[in-house]
């Protein structure tokens, strides 16, 4: 049967009258009911861990907006949890977890097979979201690229210039290729669980893809995502995958053609006019409204919406923000940009 959904469309590379959407955190703080069910389950780790309420906080933004696809409800440092590294959230703060700085801190890590008992929370919330979703809404499932996944193991915590994570790449270049290793063969079997729990298109968050330059780039960022990608292909050639090499810059041209992904999505340091003229030829392009618009909202909004949808009309587009909606995003602003995407009026 040919795929009717809209993301898988404009995934196959069909250019539509008006792009699909979804975005990044649609399940979050700034929504009352995120905060209500998080707060029935006590804590944020609870929640990704509670199938049946993650499930529950992932269909809430599509009965809310009907995007057209629904992201898994769950985090990147689930992986990490999963190899044996202690993970914690301190409120209003972020994560926090045992570091890697010496050989024999990776010892007590994981092999990559050994993570589906504690990850299986989570392959029941694909498999509760996949019969429970509208026949319309695509399920997304993800993980964390390596590099980004090492970036809070090796320091961790989150850091602004992930500078730990460089200096261990600069002083122990072995042990550094060993951690991201293990999270590449790791985030292979992962997301190769959740498409075989239900996921119908995965992706990558690589965020601090940008702070990867010239050889690291290649290194770091794209040979990993092209060994995942072509591991997943190879057991599911019809499942599609979205790249986000966050703040690559120059490094999204080709990165769709080095990496076999489906789609690049695309943060909002870069203007959709270039990413139309140099990333969208070769590839399905995702975004890239600042998230910034969804605090502010107004006529802002509306032309900038308007405008990222004028520059990616001929061709395959998914639209999206740039990064994550933040919590104090007002909900109204969010059915702004929707109205303004589905209208075709611009
Ligand atoms: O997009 C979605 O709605 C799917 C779920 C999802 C979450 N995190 C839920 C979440 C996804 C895809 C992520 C990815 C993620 N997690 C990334 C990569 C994407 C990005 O945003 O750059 C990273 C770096 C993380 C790690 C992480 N998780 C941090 C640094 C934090 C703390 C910062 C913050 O926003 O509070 C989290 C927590 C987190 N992950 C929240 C949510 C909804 C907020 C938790 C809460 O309810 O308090």
Redesign the pocket.
Known sequence: MAETKLIQRALAGETLPTPPIW???????YLPE?RAT?AQAGD?LS??YNSDLAAEVTLQPIRRYGFDAA???????LVPDALGADLW?V?GE??RLSTITTDADFEKIKGADDIHDHLAPVYETVRILSRELPNETTLIG?A?APW?VAT?MIAGR?TPDQGPAHALKAENRPLFQAVIDRLTEATIVYLDAQIRAGAEVV?L?D??AGSLKGEDFTEFALKPAATIISALKAKHPNTPVIA?P?EAGDNYIGFAKATGADCVALDNSVSAVWAAEHVQVDSCVQGNLASSHMVTGGSALVEETGAICRAFANGAHIFNLG??IT?DADPANVELMIETVRSGNW
Do not use: E, N, V
């Open positions: 975005m990044m955190r649609q399940a979050g703080r995120y998080r944020f929640l990704c992201i898994l409800f769950a985090d990147i440092l959230f409120t972020g994560p993800f964390g980004t809070y989150g992706k968050f965020s601090w986000f966050r990064h994550g919590p």
